[in-house]
């Protein structure tokens, strides 16, 4: 069977997550959706549509897929917005007839087309008109899945995403790492501990509120606290006395303390020390400083609205989340200092180094460094040596396509990121609104 992902347009709502990665690269639940997918078809030929700055990185992340032009054969199309869904749906779409097309939530987002068909698809997701590609198929059937549209959806998700993938994924009640004498285990059936991690004494994992997932080579501190459901990726460390409360998925290669609750660190991320993140999605490659902040909860209780652009921050026209419950969502190689604070809703673009015990602003863009009251451009030659320190000490090599990428998203970003600033200057004799910090 051939399965392609493709992007869409709304992949811009995303903000700082998919600039250095496709959609279907985030994660939502235990897995990424491309993850999902070649787990449940591991005989399947994979094909991915990106955006064209993307494709040369995306061909070394997934060496084999084909990429930018599917097989002429007959293909399964899905929407990498795809993100709440399980693997009955999967094989379904996958048993579907020919020239079907399926919806979710009244937005198509995947069909079945033959092979005859497949140019003239690709030809239309390359212009961003899915609409176009898929017009002339048979019904849509609609569908019980999600398709996410912003990084707001994925935190909303996961807690429910970590259920379903553990019931479809996971043997439960299974350990082929170690317990050690001294960790406690409340509801041992719903906990799964992968080959080769370790839960040392002390360690509490409380799975009843749902499953808990310790991926291989994971490592428990003594007096970690983790309450379900949750997941703890391959190879990190949840540090000695942490408190991991219920959705929060640490994805790869992750050092984690003090308090997360409800939170999506993609991987390859440290936040060490104490402080609060809560309801919030973390890139690769972000260190959050001792005693880093967000809020995620206002004191009136009404909706968080956040910022997706430089121009909706000037005007001052957030996007209701449709949450009550929403902190920080950061890009990649992004760092915070020591106190930092967060107003609930925040983002923050991929390269900032943000300092200072002042409460930061409720935007900030790509490759921007300072204090609220002081922030300039980041310089691109020193965010890519840092980044490319960091990446060593985990034996990663900053691949020189990774480089055109980062200096890629600097230029594109380099007007807006230049409106803001100005913008910024003059605002920074005014006080920010109180956070309502939980």
């Known amino acids: 069977m051939n399965l392609c992902l493709y992007e869409d347009p709304a992949v811009r709502d995303f903000g700082p997550l998919t600039l250095l990665r496709p959609v279907f690269g985030l994660r939502c639940g235990a897995f990424t959706l491309v993850e999902k997918l070649v787990r449940a078809f591991p005989d399947a030929t994979l094909a991915l549509m990106v955006r064209p700055e993307l494709e040369e990185w995306t061909r070394l992340l997934y060496p084999t897929a084909a990429v930018g032009e599917p097989p002429e054969e007959e293909t399964l199309f899905i929407n990498g917005r795809l993100c709440m869904t399980d693997d009955e749906v999967l094989h379904f779409l996958a048993a579907s007839p020919l020239e079907a097309s399926f919806m979710a939530d009244g937005t198509l987002f995947a069909a079945k087309v033959s092979a005859g068909r497949v140019a003239h698809v690709a030809r239309w997701l390359r212009e961003g008109k899915p609409e176009k590609a898929f017009e002339e198929l048979r019904y849509p059937a609609e569908v019980n899945a999600f398709l996410a549209r912003s990084a707001a959806d994925l935190i909303r998700w996961s807690p429910r995403q970590i259920v379903q993938d553990f019931r479809y994924a996971f043997q439960a009640g299974t350990v082929r790492g170690r317990i050690d004498p001294g960790a406690h285990v409340l509801q041992p059936d719903a906990v799964h501990v992968a080959r080769g991690a370790r839960v040392m004494p002390g360690a509490v994992l409380n799975a009843e509120g749902g499953p808990i997932l310790i991926q291989e080579n994971a490592v428990v501190e003594p007096l970690a606290y983790i309450e379900g459901p949750a997941v703890i990726g391959e190879g990190s460390r949840v540090k000695a006395g942490a408190q991991i409360r219920e959705g929060t998925v640490i994805g790869p290669v992750c050092k984690i303390g003090g308090e997360v609750e409800a939170s999506v660190f993609q991987g390859y991320a440290n936040k ?167």
């Open 272 to 438: 060490q020390h104490d402080g609060f993140v809560g309801h919030s999605f973390v890139g690769e490659w972000v260190n959050l400083g001792a005693g880093t902040i967000t809020s995620d909860l206002k004191n009136n209780y009404s909706n968080v609205r956040t910022f997706a652009s430089t121009d909706a921050w000037l005007e001052g026209t957030g996007t209701d989340s449709g949450q009550r419950l929403l902190g920080l969502t950061v890009g990649d190689f992004s760092k915070t200092g020591i106190g930092a604070t967060f107003p609930t809703g925040a983002v923050v673009g991929i390269g900032c180094n943000l300092y200072g015990t002042a409460l930061q602003p409720s935007f900030v863009p790509s490759f921007v460094w300072g204090t609220p009251d002081s922030l300039v451009e980041h310089r691109i030659g020193d965010m890519i040596e840092t980044a490319a320190r960091a990446m060593e000490r985990r034996k990663i090599e900053f691949r020189v396509e990774y480089d055109s990428l980062v200096r890629q998203a600097f230029e594109d970003t380099s007007a807006e990121r230049g409106r803001y600033l100005a913008a910024a200057g003059k605002r920074a004799a005014s006080p920010s609104p109180s956070p309502g910090r939980r």
